[in-house]
Antibody, heavy 120, light 107 residues
């Protein structure tokens, strides 16, 4: 069965760095794009970034562009979200999610999420 | 960028009644809308994509409709497990965008 497992969350100071991981199993990982979606405490869902199946042409929300970088290692079935210079407003549960169809960006499977708290 | 607006923010419904949730896009997104259900402490769960296509496992009491800028999720007869948050999402253009959510609560 399809599984996505996030890790790497925790408390980070503003301006430092943190890397999240999303380990996938149960599907042909190299054929699907993987997205990051976040949810601030008590708030709604916000799309953050996507890395396509081939690792090229990733895209970002304006709120994280230039600070966050998404990458993938198809040999390890893992996607990463490098969070540089995080801000207090980046505090959220971060979910990774699998695209539902090839190059079609709805999400059929989600991880359980990892909480990132940006605080001094 | 496309803004998705959901209404109402909260919907109070009695079990067995019909619930109608609305989602409006700031510009046309064709039929490229998905709906998700989220319960407290859980990740969102996909219910519908392509405005009206139910994914495997979505009960038939859930139906989606609409195109262009106006979309609706209807739950024909609310069951206890349906009381939750619901989000629409457009995937027609970058950046992808979610609506602010509708909370369906017990009346």
């Amino acid at each position: 069965q399809v599984q996505l497992v996030e890790s790497g969350g925790g408390v980070v100071q503003p301006g430092r760095s943190l890397r999240l991981s999303c380990a996938a199993s149960g599907f042909t990982f190299s054929s699907y794009g993987i997205h990051w979606v976040r949810q601030a405490p008590g708030k709604g869902l916000e799309w953050v970034a996507v890395i396509p199946y081939d690792g090229k042409s990733e895209r970002y929300a304006d709120s994280v562009k230039g600070r966050f970088t998404v990458s993938r290692d198809n040999s390890k079935n893992t996607v990463y979200l490098q969070m540089n210079s995080p801000r207090v407003e980046d505090t959220a549960v971060y979910y990774c999610a699998k695209e539902g169809q090839w190059l079609v960006n709805w999400f059929d499977y989600w991880g359980q999420g990892t909480l990132v708290t940006v605080s001094s | 960028e496309i803004v998705m607006t959901q209404s109402p923010a909260t919907l109070s419904v009695s079990p067995g009644e019909r619930a109608t949730l609305s989602c409006r896009a700031s510009q046309s997104v064709g039929s490229n809308v998905a709906w998700y259900q989220q319960k407290p402490g859980q990740a969102p769960r996909l219910l519908i994509f392509g405005s009206s296509a139910r994914v495997t496992g979505t009960p038939a009491r859930f139906s989606g409709s609409g195109s262009g800028t106006e979309f609706t999720l209807t739950i024909s007869s609310l069951q206890s497990e349906d009381f939750a948050l619901y989000y629409c999402q457009q995937y027609n253009a970058w950046p992808l965008a979610f609506g602010g959510g509708t909370k369906v609560e017990i009346k």
